[in-house]
């Protein structure tokens, strides 16, 4: 992505794994990069709510869980047109199974997820099932 976008273009990766993060830095550095991305090791839900960027173009979500409040927060950080992307939407296939009583919570919550974001009223969202799924949804006001 980096070596991509215009060279006005900054990037900035949330993730509170310093160890994870340190790996991402070496190739970063080995593609010229560094300074273009900004590390912030801290979890999102902590960082959004006074992250001073808005209108961003793309934001790209891999969280460990799914969680209606951190994408609220993305949706809101977004431009009008801008993206949010969503990986691992489909929970290794399970979500897509019938519900059943017994689902395991994580499963429960992906599945509430999903319609968090397709119904979202500021999204034009939609999942697309490759890989473990992703979730393609844009501002549209």
């Known amino acids: ?9 900054r990037i900035w990766t949330v993730d509170p794994d310093i160890e994870r993060t340190n790996v991402a830095r070496s190739y970063f550095e080995r593609a010229g990069m560094a ?8 979890p999102a839900l902590d960082v959004l709510p006074t992250f001073p960027q808005r209108n961003i173009d793309v934001i790209y979500l891999d969280a460990d869980t799914a969680d209606a409040d951190l994408l609220e927060l993305c949706v809101q950080m977004l431009k009008r047109s801008g993206l949010v992307i969503v ?6 296939g399970e979500v897509a199974a019938e519900p059943a009583a017994n689902d395991p919570e994580d499963v ?4 509430a997820f999903h ?4 119904n979202h009223p500021q999204l034009d969202a939609t999942i697309v ?4 799924g992703i979730g393609i949804g844009a501002r549209i006001d």
């Not at 992505?1 to 273009?9: E, H, I, S």
């Not at 300074?35 to 801290?42: K, L, Q, T, Y």
């Open 129 to 132: 099932p490759i890989g473990d």
């Open 108 to 111: 429960k919550a992906l599945r």
């Open 87 to 92: 990986d691992n939407m489909l929970g290794a």
């Open 1 to 9: 992505m980096a070596l991509a976008m215009p060279a006005a273009g």
């Open 35 to 42: 300074d273009a991305i900004e590390i912030i090791n801290s």
């Open 115 to 118: 319609k968090t974001f397709i």
